[in-house]
């Protein structure tokens, strides 16, 4: 991640309400050892993002059943622009 701050796995444990408050800036805190990521940190905001995906994620559409709204929805979306 670009924007993502990287610490090294014993750090972050000794150090974690440092990290906390880091993660609400940053939103996402690589954590690593022995130069391999092995988890992250999430803000609470990124985690509230990341959950939404998961949901989308398991949703299943058959473009048959979809209404003229949706379908017009689809068709007027652009990429990279999140829906309100």
């Known amino acids: 991640m670009a924007n993502a701050a990287s610490v090294r796995a014993t750090t972050?444990?000794?150090?974690y309400a440092c990290y906390q408050?880091?993660?609400?800036?940053m939103k996402v805190?690589?954590?690593t050892s022995h130069d391999r990521v092995v988890g992250?940190?999430?803000s609470?905001?990124?985690l509230e993002h990341y959950e939404?995906?998961?949901a989308r994620e398991r949703q299943a559409l058959m473009v048959g059943?979809?209404?003229d709204d949706i379908i017009a929805d689809i068709e007027a979306a652009e990429y990279?622009?999140?829906a309100p």
């Open 52 to 54: 939404k995906l998961k």
């Open 40 to 42: 992250g940190y999430l």
């Open 44 to 46: 609470a905001s990124e």
């Open 12 to 15: 972050f444990a000794r150090n």
């Open 80 to 82: 990279g622009i999140e």
């Open 21 to 25: 408050d880091e993660a609400i800036r």
């Open 65 to 67: 059943a979809l209404s």
């Open 29 to 31: 805190i690589v954590v």
